[in-house]
């Protein structure tokens, strides 16, 4: 009976959607929202805007939203509805609290803009309380399966690229060799594509095991050639940027500088990938919503928008392009 009652909750007619931004910022977020919001409002529905992520949506900081609401956004950075890391949503009395605010401002259905773990918590709260939920992927770490971007990356990219070729200059006047540190605890996505646009020496990403001699050698190599400046990128969760540095500069007996980009890669002006990724995604999960498609990613596929069942996804994890990477090393040679 509980399952049938759930089924029908799931198809009902959708009046009033909310949209969030639960999680890690990133650049492209105002343009999903403002996607959802006026799509919603063209479709003649109520938009509800959820401050501070699923905090917010415990303690009832929302407010409704219209075509002002969203005005001038689109080529700003972070998100106008903030957002807060939540563990306490975790915990079952937290997500009851939300469920109640849910209910009580007739909210039929809820937009989550973030990452996988923004992804994870709504699929939850679907499951559990029959509230129909499309997730937007939007983080710069590019790490959600079922799409072949995410609102931000290629901002991420572009941020970290032209931050290298800025510090190419120096390494070249110098005759140094840099390391540079790109976000990335968990995957090189970042670090292979800011690592081949910038044509870095050496890309060393947690995924795949390095040999530092062989990088030394590469450099020797570099050197002999005539080569007056050497980019080593570096995700973060490869291993420490620093220790690394300090084992370089003992076996080629050179400086070896650090820089790290930090979190100036998830600000900034989103690219005109990041936007369009952002409109087609944000109207997309609200005509999918209308239309009775719930429980998706919606995500692009091919320069196409597509929705992904997150329960197909939920326990994956998206791999990196070895063949990128392959190429990235042939080229660096």
Same mark, same amino acid.
């Given at each position: 009976m509980a399952k049938k009652l759930k089924a029908k909750t799931l198809r009902k007619k959708i009046r009033s959607i909310a949209v969030m931004t639960p999680g890690g910022d990133a650049p492209g977020m105002n343009t999903a929202i403002r996607a959802v919001v006026r799509t919603a409002i063209y479709h003649g529905l109520k938009v509800w805007g959820i401050e501070r992520g699923w905090y917010g949506l415990m303690y009832g900081l929302i407010r409704?939203?219209?075509?002002?609401?969203?005005?001038?956004?689109?080529?700003?950075?972070?998100?106008?509805?903030?957002?807060?890391?939540?563990p306490e949503f975790n915990e079952k009395a937290s997500r009851k609290m939300a469920f109640k605010e849910v209910k009580l401002r007739e909210i039929d259905g809820l937009i989550v803009i973030g990452g996988d773990g923004s992804m994870k918590s709504a699929y939850r709260f679907m499951q559990?309380? /029959? !509230?129909?939920?499309?997730?937007?992927?939007?983080?710069? $770490?590019?790490?959600?399966?079922? @799409?072949?971007?995410?609102?931000?990356? $290629?901002?991420? !990219?572009?941020?970290? =690229?032209?931050?290298? $070729?800025?510090?190419? $200059? @120096?390494?070249?006047?110098? %005759?140094? !060799?840099? =390391?540079? %540190? !790109?976000?990335?605890?968990?995957?090189?996505?970042?670090?292979?594509d800011v690592g081949m646009?910038?044509?870095? &020496?050496?890309? =060393?990403?947690? &995924?795949?095991?390095?040999? =530092? &001699?062989?990088?030394?050698?590469?450099?020797? @190599?570099?050197?002999?050639? /005539?080569?007056e400046s050497f980019i080593i990128v570096v995700a973060e969760g490869a291993g420490n940027a620093f220790e690394i540095a300090d084992k370089l500069q003992d076996m080629l007996n050179i400086e070896v500088r650090v820089s790290n980009l930090g979190y100036v890669q998830r600000g900034g002006s989103p690219t005109t990938l990041s936007r369009e990724l952002a409109c087609k995604l944000g109207a997309a999960s609200v005509e999918a919503m209308i239309k009775g498609k719930t429980g998706y990613l919606i995500g692009a596929i091919s320069d196409r928008v597509s929705l992904c069942p997150i329960k197909k996804i939920i326990k994956k994890t998206k791999q990196i392009d070895y063949e990128h990477l392959r190429v990235a090393n042939m080229l660096a040679t």
């Open positions: 409704e939203m219209g075509p002002k609401s969203v005005s001038g956004i689109i080529n700003k950075g972070g998100t106008i509805l903030h957002t807060r890391r939540t559990e309380f /029959g !509230v129909p939920v499309n997730v937007i992927p939007a983080t710069i $770490d590019n790490d959600i399966p079922g @799409t072949d971007y995410t609102i931000g990356f $290629d901002t991420a !990219v572009n941020t970290a =690229l032209e931050a290298i $070729d800025k510090i190419r $200059d @120096t390494a070249t006047s110098h %005759e140094r !060799v840099f =390391l540079v %540190e !790109v976000m990335g605890r968990h995957n090189g996505f970042i670090a292979l646009a910038s044509g870095a &020496e050496a890309i =060393l990403i947690p &995924e795949v095991r390095f040999n =530092l &001699e062989m990088v030394a050698r590469q450099i020797r @190599t570099g050197q002999e050639r /005539g080569k």
